[in-house]
Protein backbone atom coordinates (compact mmCIF):
# COMPACT_ATOMS: atom_id res chain seq x y z
CA UNK A 1 0.00 0.00 0.00
CA UNK A 2 1.21 2.97 -1.13
CA UNK A 3 -0.26 6.39 -2.40
CA UNK A 4 0.88 10.06 -2.36
CA UNK A 5 -2.31 12.37 -2.53
CA UNK A 6 -3.26 16.23 -1.33
CA UNK A 7 -4.47 16.37 2.27
CA UNK A 8 -7.56 18.47 2.53
CA UNK A 9 -6.66 21.93 2.55
CA UNK A 10 -5.96 23.60 6.11
CA UNK A 11 -4.64 26.63 7.62
CA UNK A 12 -1.69 27.20 9.62
CA UNK A 13 -3.65 27.84 12.76
CA UNK A 14 -5.75 24.41 12.18
CA UNK A 15 -2.12 22.62 12.03
CA UNK A 16 -1.21 24.30 15.43
CA UNK A 17 -3.85 23.27 17.08
CA UNK A 18 -3.23 19.77 15.64
CA UNK A 19 0.69 19.72 16.55
CA UNK A 20 0.68 17.41 19.01
CA UNK A 21 -0.75 14.63 16.95
CA UNK A 22 2.42 14.81 14.74
CA UNK A 23 5.27 12.53 15.18
CA UNK A 24 8.71 14.80 14.82
CA UNK A 25 10.58 11.90 15.17
CA UNK A 26 9.85 9.02 12.93
CA UNK A 27 13.04 6.56 12.47
CA UNK A 28 13.69 7.85 8.85
CA UNK A 29 13.78 11.69 9.58
CA UNK A 30 16.82 14.09 10.43
CA UNK A 31 17.44 15.65 13.52
CA UNK A 32 15.36 18.75 14.16
CA UNK A 33 16.49 22.36 15.03
CA UNK A 34 19.05 22.28 12.26
CA UNK A 35 17.77 26.32 11.57
CA UNK A 36 18.89 29.04 13.43
CA UNK A 37 16.26 31.59 15.36
CA UNK A 38 17.20 33.78 12.12
CA UNK A 39 16.08 30.93 9.26
CA UNK A 40 13.32 30.10 11.11
CA UNK A 41 11.47 33.53 11.08
CA UNK A 42 12.52 34.42 7.56
CA UNK A 43 10.42 31.31 6.25
CA UNK A 44 7.77 33.37 8.82
CA UNK A 45 8.69 36.34 7.10
CA UNK A 46 7.71 34.90 3.43
CA UNK A 47 4.62 33.57 5.14
CA UNK A 48 3.00 37.01 6.01
CA UNK A 49 4.53 38.57 2.90
CA UNK A 50 2.87 36.25 0.56
CA UNK A 51 5.45 34.15 -0.78
CA UNK A 52 5.47 30.43 -1.79
CA UNK A 53 6.29 27.62 1.07
CA UNK A 54 7.32 23.96 -0.73
CA UNK A 55 5.20 21.02 0.03
CA UNK A 56 5.12 19.31 3.14
CA UNK A 57 4.98 15.12 3.26
CA UNK A 58 2.91 13.42 6.11
CA UNK A 59 2.71 10.09 6.66
CA UNK A 60 -1.06 10.53 7.29
CA UNK A 61 -2.63 7.72 9.58
CA UNK A 62 -6.15 9.40 9.71
CA UNK A 63 -6.99 8.05 6.12
CA UNK A 64 -5.25 4.31 6.44
CA UNK A 65 -3.69 3.79 9.82
CA UNK A 66 -1.04 1.24 9.70
CA UNK A 67 1.79 -0.67 11.69
CA UNK A 68 4.05 2.43 10.99
CA UNK A 69 2.15 4.35 13.57
CA UNK A 70 4.36 3.17 16.58
CA UNK A 71 3.17 6.23 18.52
CA UNK A 72 -0.45 5.98 17.37
CA UNK A 73 -0.66 9.58 16.45
CA UNK A 74 -2.58 11.48 13.51
CA UNK A 75 0.57 12.11 11.24
CA UNK A 76 4.11 12.19 10.69
CA UNK A 77 6.43 13.96 9.05
CA UNK A 78 8.72 12.56 6.28
CA UNK A 79 9.90 15.94 4.99
CA UNK A 80 9.16 19.38 6.22
CA UNK A 81 10.17 19.13 9.57
CA UNK A 82 12.33 22.03 9.65
CA UNK A 83 9.15 24.35 8.19
CA UNK A 84 6.97 22.80 10.28
CA UNK A 85 9.18 23.43 13.71
CA UNK A 86 10.08 27.28 12.74
CA UNK A 87 6.24 27.93 11.94
CA UNK A 88 5.34 26.39 15.88
CA UNK A 89 8.08 27.90 17.40
CA UNK A 90 6.66 31.36 16.33
CA UNK A 91 3.23 30.58 16.92
CA UNK A 92 4.54 29.07 20.44
CA UNK A 93 6.45 32.68 20.78
CA UNK A 94 10.08 30.72 20.98
CA UNK A 95 11.41 33.20 18.62
CA UNK A 96 10.15 36.39 17.27
CA UNK A 97 10.07 38.35 13.99
CA UNK A 98 13.75 39.33 12.56
CA UNK A 99 14.98 42.79 13.54
CA UNK A 100 14.78 43.45 9.81
CA UNK A 101 11.74 42.44 9.03
CA UNK A 102 9.92 44.55 6.24
CA UNK A 103 5.87 44.13 5.90
CA UNK A 104 5.61 44.45 2.27
CA UNK A 105 1.45 45.82 2.28
CA UNK A 106 2.72 48.96 4.93
CA UNK A 107 6.67 49.42 4.87
CA UNK A 108 5.93 52.12 7.19
CA UNK A 109 4.80 49.52 9.99
CA UNK A 110 8.18 48.92 12.65
CA UNK A 111 7.35 45.47 13.95
CA UNK A 112 10.78 43.51 13.60
CA UNK A 113 11.96 41.30 16.59
CA UNK A 114 7.92 41.24 17.62
CA UNK A 115 6.74 37.60 18.83
CA UNK A 116 3.42 36.51 17.95
CA UNK A 117 1.66 37.29 21.25
CA UNK A 118 2.44 41.11 20.91
CA UNK A 119 1.25 40.98 17.04
CA UNK A 120 -1.92 39.10 18.09
CA UNK A 121 -3.10 41.88 20.23
CA UNK A 122 -1.52 45.15 18.17
CA UNK A 123 -1.97 43.83 14.89
CA UNK A 124 -4.46 41.46 14.74
CA UNK A 125 -4.49 41.68 10.61
CA UNK A 126 -0.52 40.48 9.70
CA UNK A 127 -1.10 37.60 12.29
CA UNK A 128 -4.76 37.01 10.27
CA UNK A 129 -2.85 36.29 7.00
CA UNK A 130 -0.15 33.88 8.84
CA UNK A 131 -3.19 31.58 10.69
CA UNK A 132 -4.94 31.74 7.63
CA UNK A 133 -2.09 30.83 5.30
CA UNK A 134 -3.04 27.46 3.70
CA UNK A 135 -0.20 24.76 4.13
CA UNK A 136 0.19 22.57 0.68
CA UNK A 137 0.63 19.44 2.23
CA UNK A 138 0.86 16.09 0.88
CA UNK A 139 -1.00 12.94 2.39
CA UNK A 140 1.09 9.93 2.26
CA UNK A 141 -0.81 6.59 2.89
CA UNK A 142 1.67 3.67 3.46
CA UNK A 143 2.11 0.48 5.35
CA UNK A 144 6.23 -0.09 4.31
CA UNK A 145 8.65 1.79 5.88
CA UNK A 146 10.91 0.66 2.73
CA UNK A 147 8.64 3.01 0.40
CA UNK A 148 8.75 5.72 3.32
CA UNK A 149 12.40 5.94 3.55
CA UNK A 150 12.51 5.46 -0.37
CA UNK A 151 10.28 8.54 -0.62
CA UNK A 152 12.10 11.09 1.70
CA UNK A 153 15.63 9.78 0.06
CA UNK A 154 13.97 11.14 -3.46
CA UNK A 155 12.32 14.39 -2.00
CA UNK A 156 16.23 14.90 -0.35
CA UNK A 157 18.51 13.80 -3.25
CA UNK A 158 18.83 17.53 -4.18
CA UNK A 159 19.28 19.16 -0.85
CA UNK A 160 22.49 19.42 0.73
CA UNK A 161 21.89 16.27 3.14
CA UNK A 162 24.62 14.72 5.07
CA UNK A 163 25.99 10.63 4.30
CA UNK A 164 24.92 10.20 7.79
CA UNK A 165 21.57 11.36 7.56
CA UNK A 166 20.40 9.84 3.63
CA UNK A 167 22.16 6.28 5.27
CA UNK A 168 19.89 6.40 8.07
CA UNK A 169 17.01 6.51 5.73
CA UNK A 170 18.41 3.28 3.33
CA UNK A 171 17.07 -0.31 3.59
CA UNK A 172 18.13 -3.16 5.15
CA UNK A 173 19.43 -4.11 8.64
CA UNK A 174 22.50 -2.04 8.88
CA UNK A 175 20.82 1.43 9.65
CA UNK A 176 18.86 -0.33 12.36
CA UNK A 177 22.08 -1.36 13.85
CA UNK A 178 23.08 2.11 13.72
CA UNK A 179 20.09 3.74 15.20
CA UNK A 180 20.70 0.69 17.91
CA UNK A 181 24.64 2.12 18.50
CA UNK A 182 23.55 5.53 18.92
CA UNK A 183 20.71 5.36 21.05
CA UNK A 184 23.74 3.89 23.66
CA UNK A 185 24.17 6.39 26.77
CA UNK A 186 27.78 6.84 25.55
CA UNK A 187 26.58 9.03 22.38
CA UNK A 188 23.92 10.50 24.64
CA UNK A 189 26.43 11.97 27.36
CA UNK A 190 29.77 11.29 26.73
CA UNK A 191 30.63 12.66 23.41
CA UNK A 192 31.56 16.36 22.97
CA UNK A 193 31.30 17.17 19.70
CA UNK A 194 27.84 18.41 17.85
CA UNK A 195 24.88 15.72 16.60
CA UNK A 196 23.03 17.91 14.93
CA UNK A 197 23.40 16.76 11.18
CA UNK A 198 24.00 13.04 12.20
CA UNK A 199 28.00 13.38 13.03
CA UNK A 200 27.01 10.53 15.79
CA UNK A 201 25.50 8.22 13.48
CA UNK A 202 28.43 8.37 10.90
CA UNK A 203 30.42 7.49 14.18
CA UNK A 204 28.76 4.70 14.78
CA UNK A 205 28.82 3.52 11.42
CA UNK A 206 32.72 3.72 11.45
CA UNK A 207 32.69 1.79 14.20
CA UNK A 208 30.30 -1.05 13.85
CA UNK A 209 32.20 -1.27 9.54
CA UNK A 210 35.75 -1.75 11.47
CA UNK A 211 34.04 -3.92 14.09
CA UNK A 212 32.49 -6.25 11.20
CA UNK A 213 35.88 -6.07 8.90
CA UNK A 214 37.88 -6.75 12.23
CA UNK A 215 40.84 -5.04 11.17
CA UNK A 216 41.11 -1.07 10.12
CA UNK A 217 39.47 -0.44 6.68
CA UNK A 218 38.38 3.51 4.57
CA UNK A 219 35.59 4.72 6.52
CA UNK A 220 34.39 7.62 3.62
CA UNK A 221 31.31 8.03 2.59
CA UNK A 222 30.91 5.64 -0.42
CA UNK A 223 32.75 3.03 2.15
CA UNK A 224 30.06 3.20 4.46
CA UNK A 225 27.42 3.56 1.98
CA UNK A 226 28.38 0.32 0.36
CA UNK A 227 28.70 -1.42 3.67
CA UNK A 228 24.83 -0.41 3.76
CA UNK A 229 24.14 -2.12 0.89
CA UNK A 230 26.27 -4.88 1.77
CA UNK A 231 23.80 -5.86 4.77
CA UNK A 232 20.70 -5.18 2.07
CA UNK A 233 21.66 -7.95 0.11
CA UNK A 234 22.93 -10.89 2.91
CA UNK A 235 21.07 -13.57 3.07
CA UNK A 236 23.15 -13.62 6.96
CA UNK A 237 22.00 -10.70 8.49
CA UNK A 238 22.78 -12.50 12.21
CA UNK A 239 26.45 -11.84 11.10
CA UNK A 240 26.03 -8.16 11.50
CA UNK A 241 23.93 -8.19 14.69
CA UNK A 242 26.98 -10.44 16.09
CA UNK A 243 29.02 -7.32 15.28
CA UNK A 244 26.88 -4.78 16.29
CA UNK A 245 26.47 -6.66 19.89
CA UNK A 246 30.17 -6.68 19.68
CA UNK A 247 30.55 -2.82 19.54
CA UNK A 248 28.00 -2.51 21.54
CA UNK A 249 29.48 -3.82 24.48
CA UNK A 250 32.83 -1.89 23.96
CA UNK A 251 30.71 1.48 23.57
CA UNK A 252 29.24 0.83 27.06
CA UNK A 253 31.95 0.43 28.30
CA UNK A 254 33.30 3.74 27.08
CA UNK A 255 30.85 4.78 28.43
CA UNK A 256 32.31 4.10 31.71
CA UNK A 257 35.49 5.47 31.02
CA UNK A 258 34.71 8.59 29.80
CA UNK A 259 33.22 11.90 31.78
CA UNK A 260 30.03 13.87 30.46
CA UNK A 261 30.70 16.13 27.45
CA UNK A 262 34.11 14.57 27.72
CA UNK A 263 36.86 17.14 26.29
CA UNK A 264 38.41 14.41 24.92
CA UNK A 265 35.49 13.34 22.67
CA UNK A 266 35.66 16.58 20.54
CA UNK A 267 35.80 15.57 17.70
CA UNK A 268 34.26 12.40 15.61
CA UNK A 269 37.71 11.34 13.71
CA UNK A 270 39.25 10.08 16.53
CA UNK A 271 36.50 7.76 18.09
CA UNK A 272 37.32 4.81 16.19
CA UNK A 273 41.01 4.85 17.61
CA UNK A 274 39.80 5.18 20.67
CA UNK A 275 37.35 2.52 20.44
CA UNK A 276 40.13 0.11 19.49
CA UNK A 277 42.26 1.05 22.10
CA UNK A 278 39.38 0.39 24.62
CA UNK A 279 38.56 -3.02 22.82
CA UNK A 280 42.16 -4.28 22.67
CA UNK A 281 42.58 -3.37 26.41
CA UNK A 282 39.81 -3.89 28.27
CA UNK A 283 41.60 -5.42 31.37
CA UNK A 284 43.27 -2.15 31.74
CA UNK A 285 40.15 0.17 31.16
CA UNK A 286 40.91 2.27 34.49
CA UNK A 287 44.06 3.36 32.94
CA UNK A 288 42.95 4.09 29.61
CA UNK A 289 41.61 7.76 30.33
CA UNK A 290 44.38 9.10 32.44
CA UNK A 291 46.63 7.77 29.72
CA UNK A 292 44.80 9.63 27.31
CA UNK A 293 44.87 12.81 29.03
CA UNK A 294 48.33 12.81 29.02
CA UNK A 295 48.98 11.63 25.41
CA UNK A 296 46.80 14.40 24.33
CA UNK A 297 48.36 16.93 26.11
CA UNK A 298 51.64 15.87 25.37
CA UNK A 299 50.56 15.55 21.38
CA UNK A 300 49.61 19.53 21.50
CA UNK A 301 52.99 20.64 23.44
CA UNK A 302 55.41 18.37 20.63
CA UNK A 303 52.91 19.81 17.66
CA UNK A 304 53.08 23.68 19.03
CA UNK A 305 57.09 22.64 19.69
CA UNK A 306 57.19 21.58 16.25
CA UNK A 307 55.33 24.53 14.31
CA UNK A 308 57.96 26.96 16.24
CA UNK A 309 61.06 25.19 14.58
CA UNK A 310 61.95 23.91 17.60
CA UNK A 311 63.90 20.47 16.99
CA UNK A 312 63.74 18.66 20.25
CA UNK A 313 60.39 16.79 19.89
CA UNK A 314 58.76 13.61 20.19
CA UNK A 315 58.25 12.95 16.29
CA UNK A 316 55.76 9.96 17.19
CA UNK A 317 53.03 12.68 18.24
CA UNK A 318 54.29 14.88 15.11
CA UNK A 319 53.39 11.70 13.11
CA UNK A 320 50.33 10.58 14.67
CA UNK A 321 48.90 14.33 14.08
CA UNK A 322 49.48 14.14 10.46
CA UNK A 323 47.57 10.41 10.43
CA UNK A 324 44.78 11.39 12.56
CA UNK A 325 43.93 14.22 9.84
CA UNK A 326 43.30 11.39 7.08
CA UNK A 327 41.06 9.08 9.77
CA UNK A 328 39.08 7.54 6.96
CA UNK A 329 41.85 6.25 5.33
CA UNK A 330 42.43 3.04 6.55
CA UNK A 331 46.42 4.05 6.46
CA UNK A 332 45.47 6.88 8.67
CA UNK A 333 43.59 4.80 10.93
CA UNK A 334 46.25 2.50 11.67
CA UNK A 335 49.38 4.34 11.50
CA UNK A 336 47.63 6.08 14.40
CA UNK A 337 46.59 3.94 16.61
CA UNK A 338 49.56 1.86 16.09
CA UNK A 339 51.37 5.16 17.54
CA UNK A 340 48.86 5.40 20.22
CA UNK A 341 49.19 1.81 21.38
CA UNK A 342 52.77 2.17 21.59
CA UNK A 343 52.80 5.29 23.62
CA UNK A 344 50.17 3.41 26.02
CA UNK A 345 52.48 0.19 26.51
CA UNK A 346 54.98 2.79 27.67
CA UNK A 347 52.60 4.25 29.88
CA UNK A 348 51.98 1.04 31.24
CA UNK A 349 55.27 -0.17 32.12
CA UNK A 350 55.70 3.54 34.08
CA UNK A 351 52.90 3.27 36.22
Known amino acids: ?18 RSEIDFEP ?3 RKGNLWGDRDKAYLIDSIINGFDVPKIYLTDFTIVNSALNEKNLS ?18 DKIPLNNDFVYYENPSLKIGGKYYSDLKMNYPKIIEVLEEFNLDVMSVIADDVAKIKDLFIRLNKSKPLTGAELRNAMEGIIPDLIRGLVDR ?8 FSTQRGQDSNAAAKILLIEHRKRFVDTKKSNLDKFVNEGTKSEEPEIYVDSAFAAQKIIDSMHEIFESSDPLLGAQGI ?24 F ?4 KINVDLSKLGETEVD ?21 SYDILNDKFCDYLRSV
Open 1 to 18: MFKVQSHQTKTLSWWYKQ
Open 27 to 29: SYQ
Open 75 to 92: YSVIDGRQRLESIFAFMG
Open 185 to 192: PFFKTNIK
Open 271 to 294: LSIFYILIRDHQDKQSLIRPFLEV
Open 296 to 299: MRDK
Open 315 to 335: QAYITFDAFIKNANDSGGLKG
